[in-house]
């Protein structure tokens, strides 16, 4: 028995240049019946491959009013035939000419492929389409976070965005990011925001519908990208993200990003929350004996990373140059992507070869300097029972324990990921404005701070960390010193609170 030949579809490139099928049959179709009159006007959002099958599939006669809005990038890519095919009854009209009272008068009927190929031409009309007989309130001091309050930095934005006189709504970022058409239209019914504010595009889907959706409803969307941006980038699969809002914890990425298409790049690095971490937390039970330890807080991997980077391997000339290199040098993300100029940033994965290159140097860089340390406390997970230096004790809750073990210890250590070239890490302000106190690799992050507090507590090579750490480990004046005046820098400028502030002002809330 022969097997029934698989249909061959037209295929064209989509917007960020990937090759996608446009099958053809009624049910590729999505009628928006309007229960206004029966003879208002038809419009078609796409009409897909062979446009004269339509008139049968629909019912349609050729009397009937009909109009059609069409990427041009979808016709430019179409046979000779495919004007021809069009009835003479069908009419084109402007995206712009589809307006929202259009929208509300109208039968609409929507191609979705094409709407999956070139989702920033189709993605307003959509927006304009759903919310056409919505009614809404005018935007008002109210942000929508979608993110849980525990999700990452969930706690700590939605109290500094209360304290800033914002109504805080924290939104199912899973249900948003699946079915935003569903969702977002009934959440706008109960109070318009000024603001959705994701982290790391949670919560937008990976067409951009909902950005699209929220710019119809003038709402401003941002998105603060707290990881490696081009990390988090490979699951945006339309241009969108280059119109919005963007903030990133390391400035360094800034050109980068611009270079591959974003329009509007901030800086906006961690910060403190004192509400979590002032005069806070209790020591666990297996937290005790650490008066006297040099003490490291942290994952020896990020979840998933084996998943993350399955199948990318490291060129081993770039291996044989690494572990030939000093100890000190830092081999970043923008060393490797030095090494990797033809790999795409965006669209598409290849980008994470830049990644797992960066994360194996990472690791390495940790390490060292946790080897080099000499005994050390490590709360953390099994990763770290490799260093034969280390006493490695189970996890810590974040906000129940944390404060107090950074109070406790004498020092406590920060080794800086090289996925962020001049990011932060929580731990930067955290352990200061715990009462704590921290010392750290030296990287271009630190130039938030003043420099004579920053030159005091850095190492630049794994080998200085334990003199550093003998340097402070006694209670001293000029310990006491350094550690008040760190802690009144984090507290006056660089909160969740200042961080909130420059949100607001960037995006003259």
Request: glycine share 6%; charged share 20%; with cysteine.
């Amino acid at each position: 028995m022969n097997p029934v030949p698989r249909p061959r579809y037209q295929t064209i490139i989509d917007e960020i240049g990937m090759k996608k099928s446009m099958p053809t049959s009624k049910e590729q179709f999505e009628w928006y019946v309007n229960d206004g009159p029966e003879d208002c006007p038809i419009v078609f959002l796409g009409l897909g491959p062979e446009p004269d099958k339509i008139p049968k599939w629909f019912g349609l006669s050729d009397t009937d009013t009909l109009y059609f809005v069409e990427c041009q990038d979808f016709v430019d890519q179409t046979d000779n035939n495919w004007n021809g095919a069009i009835p003479d009854n069908f009419t084109r009209i402007a995206a712009d000419v589809f307006t929202a009272e259009i929208a509300a008068n109208s039968h609409v009927i929507r191609y979705l492929p094409v709407q999956r190929a070139f989702p920033s031409f189709y993605g307003p009309l959509t927006a304009r389409l759903l919310l056409c007989k919505s009614s809404f309130p005018a935007p008002s001091k109210i942000v929508w976070l979608p993110i849980t309050e525990d999700d990452l930095l969930g706690k700590e934005l939605g109290i500094a965005f209360e304290e800033a006189g914002y109504t805080v709504k924290f939104i199912d970022h899973e249900a948003l990011g699946k079915h935003p058409g569903a969702v977002l239209p009934e959440l706008l019914e109960d109070g318009t925001p000024n603001l959705f504010f994701s982290i790391n595009f949670k919560g937008i889907d990976h067409f951009g519908l909902c950005s699209h959706i929220l710019h119809e409803a003038g709402v401003q969307v941002a998105v603060w990208m707290v990881d490696n941006p081009f990390n988090v980038l490979p699951t945006v699969k339309s241009d969108y993200w280059k119109n919005i809002k963007l903030f990133v914890t390391d400035h360094s990425f800034i050109g980068p990003l611009i270079e591959t298409g974003a329009r509007w790049v901030t800086h906006l690095p961690l910060a403190a929350s004192p509400h979590f971490f002032e005069n806070t937390g209790q020591l666990p039970d297996h937290a005790h004996g650490i008066e006297d330890a040099l003490v490291f807080v942290g994952r020896s991997a990020f979840p998933d990373k084996e998943k993350f980077f399955a199948g990318i391997s490291v060129n081993p000339a770039l291996l044989t140059t690494i572990h030939e290199a000093d100890e000190a040098h830092r081999f970043d993300y923008l060393w490797w992507r030095e090494q990797m100029k033809d790999v795409q940033l965006w669209p598409g994965n290849q980008v994470r070869q830049i990644g797992a290159g960066t994360e194996l140097t990472s690791s390495r860089w940790k390490s060292d300097c946790l080897h080099a340390a000499g005994d050390i406390t490590i709360f953390g997970d099994d990763g770290w029972k490799i260093l034969e230096n280390a006493d490695v004790r189970p996890v810590v809750d974040y906000y129940a324990h944390l404060p107090a073990i950074y109070r406790t210890a004498p020092v406590t250590l920060n080794v800086t990921g090289m996925q962020l070239p001049a990011g932060l890490t929580q731990r930067h302000f955290d352990v200061w404005c715990a009462g704590g106190f921290l010392i750290s690799d030296t990287n271009p992050g630190l130039q938030i701070f003043p420099k004579e507090l920053v030159e005091q507590v850095t190492y630049t090579h794994p080998n200085e960390i334990r003199d550093l750490f003998l340097r402070y480990r006694e209670e001293t004046e000029t310990k006491r010193n350094l550690r008040q005046a760190w802690r009144e820098c984090i507290l006056h400028d660089h909160t969740y609170r200042n961080r909130v502030d420059t949100i607001l002002t960037a995006l003259n809330l």
